[in-house]
């Protein structure tokens, strides 16, 4: 029996500190509903964990992304129909003006509502904005340029190849008033004719002249717009430079280049073909009617865009929320702890805790018993 060495209170004493801390370690799990709290408690698990974390809370963030710019679309397409009802207007009047029962005071008034339609055009689409950027104006179309004077890339679908060697010859001709006709184009891509047309109507490929602009439509409806004004030279040849820069860059992902590019080409008189009309004569009127024709169709082909756009992003979102549940439920597997299955391990230590203290009390007694052979 020794004194100075209680080897029987130093096991208990052990165990029982052991099992305090892991006690105490079982407390903080069910306290904080985590079965990892600190590195030391999984160092791989905490490791996987924080980055999921993160990963999650980016997939959040894209999700808001995503939203917004279904927001940004729904703008533009509501400003959008706008335009194209008062498309329709001009329409209406235009061939109401075409009628040969009209007086030149009726073509006059006719002309008047028709000028505040077209004014009322050029001002939706200046002000139509989402978060201060302008949606109409330009500011989101697709970036192109030709290199000769003159002639200039209006719009292009983002479907349109790029990286292509295009080169465009254009014939024109100027009435009185300088309006511009184009009478002849040939499109050559990396040096093979693709689109052509002449003036006595021959043509290859789908191509479209609506006097002073052509446009060019691949086989997937993707389409490449042209315009030639007055300074531009009467027969020249061009190189094209259709590099898809522009647009509005929407990140939809948690990672780098997981984004959407939304493109809005711009909305205005000129693009729609809409600028000079006067219907106070028949022929006028004829010429308008041709002209709003070609708007409606700009028109409709942007809001189909539109709608692509937004059926395109709310998928986003969907795919988003399935990523982030199946990824949080991954997250929890290794970071969550299991309630049940702690209250057990606590009880347990709880009656391994009270039984050690029991027996280093009892332990801490025999060194007493030395003192009995003493007496």
């Given at each position: 029996?020794?004194?100075?060495?209680?080897?029987?209170?130093?096991?208990?004493?052990?165990?029982?500190?052991?099992?305090?801390?892991?006690?105490?370690?079982?407390?903080?799990?069910?306290?904080?509903g985590y079965k990892i709290n600190n590195a030391k408690d999984n160092p791989a698990?905490?490791?996987?964990?924080?980055?999921?974390?993160?990963?999650?809370?980016?997939?959040?963030?894209?999700?808001?992304?995503?939203?917004?710019?279904?927001?940004?679309?729904?703008?533009?397409?509501?400003?959008?129909?706008?335009?194209?009802?008062?498309?329709?207007?001009?329409?209406?009047?235009?061939?109401?003006?075409?009628?040969?029962?009209?007086?030149?005071?009726?073509?006059?008034?006719?002309?008047?509502?028709?000028?505040?339609?077209?004014?009322?055009?050029?001002?939706?689409?200046?002000?139509?904005?989402?978060?201060?950027?302008?949606?109409?104006?330009?500011?989101?179309?697709?970036?192109?340029?030709?290199?000769?004077?003159?002639?200039e890339v209006i719009n292009y679908d983002p479907g349109f190849p790029l990286g292509?060697?295009?080169?465009?010859?254009?014939?024109?001709?100027?009435?009185?008033?300088?309006?511009?006709?184009?009478?002849?184009?040939?499109?050559?891509?990396?040096?093979?004719?693709?689109?052509?047309?002449?003036?006595?109507?021959?043509?290859?490929?789908?191509?479209?002249?609506?006097?002073?602009?052509?446009?060019?439509?691949?086989?997937?409806?993707?389409?490449?717009?042209?315009?030639?004004?007055?300074?531009?030279?009467?027969?020249?040849?061009?190189?094209?430079?259709?590099?898809?820069?522009?647009?509005?860059?929407?990140?939809?992902?948690?990672?780098?280049?997981?984004?959407?590019?939304?493109?809005?080409?711009?909305?205005?008189?000129?693009?729609?073909?809409?600028?000079?009309?006067?219907?106070?004569?028949?022929?006028?009127?004829?010429?308008?009617?041709?002209?709003?024709?070609?708007?409606?169709?700009?028109?409709?082909?942007?809001?189909?865009?539109?709608?692509?756009?937004?059926?395109?992003?709310?998928?986003?979102?969907?795919?988003?929320?399935?990523?982030?549940?199946?990824?949080?439920?991954?997250?929890?597997?290794?970071?969550?702890?299991?309630?049940?299955?702690?209250?057990?391990?606590?009880?347990?230590?709880?009656?391994?805790?009270?039984?050690?203290?029991?027996?280093?009390?009892?332990?801490?007694?025999?060194?007493?018993?030395?003192?009995?052979?003493?007496?």
């Amino acid at each position: 029996m020794k004194i100075n060495s209680n080897i029987q209170a130093m096991i208990a004493g052990n165990v029982l500190r052991s099992n305090e801390s892991r006690q105490s370690a079982s407390t903080e799990r069910m306290s904080s509903g985590y079965k990892i709290n600190n590195a030391k408690d999984n160092p791989a698990g905490m490791a996987i964990s924080n980055k999921m974390r993160a990963q999650i809370a980016n997939l959040n963030k894209a999700n808001q992304n995503a939203s917004n710019a279904v927001n940004v679309v729904e703008t533009a397409d509501g400003a959008m129909g706008e335009i194209q009802d008062i498309i329709q207007r001009i329409s209406e009047l235009s061939i109401k003006a075409a009628n040969g029962v009209n007086t030149t005071e009726d073509r006059e008034a006719i002309q008047k509502e028709i000028e505040q339609l077209t004014t009322e055009i050029s001002r939706i689409a200046k002000d139509t904005e989402y978060n201060s950027q302008n949606l109409l104006g330009g500011e989101q179309q697709l970036k192109g340029y030709a290199d000769t004077l003159g002639l200039e890339v209006i719009n292009y679908d983002p479907g349109f190849p790029l990286g292509k060697d295009y080169e465009v010859s254009i014939t024109k001709s100027n009435d009185a008033e300088g309006n511009v006709t184009i009478t002849n184009v040939n499109f050559k891509v990396d040096g093979e004719t693709k689109y052509s047309y002449d003036a006595g109507g021959v043509s290859v490929g789908d191509i479209f002249v609506m006097d002073d602009r052509v446009t060019f439509t691949q086989a997937d409806g993707s389409t490449l717009t042209l315009k030639a004004d007055s300074t531009m030279a009467d027969s020249v040849t061009s190189k094209l430079d259709i590099n898809g820069v522009g647009g509005m860059k929407i990140q939809v992902g948690a990672a780098e280049g997981q984004e959407i590019q939304l493109v809005i080409p711009k909305v205005s008189l000129d693009n729609l073909s809409l600028t000079g009309i006067d219907v106070r004569t028949e022929e006028g009127a004829k010429k308008a009617i041709d002209q709003t024709k070609y708007a409606l169709s700009f028109t409709s082909a942007l809001r189909a865009r539109l709608g692509a756009y937004e059926n395109r992003f709310e998928k986003a979102i969907t795919n988003l929320d399935v990523t982030t549940e199946n990824l949080t439920q991954a997250y929890s597997t290794i970071k969550d702890v299991d309630m049940a299955d702690e209250m057990v391990e606590y009880t347990t230590l709880q009656v391994l805790v009270q039984a050690g203290t029991s027996m280093l009390s009892q332990a801490n007694e025999q060194p007493q018993q030395a003192l009995q052979l003493l007496q």
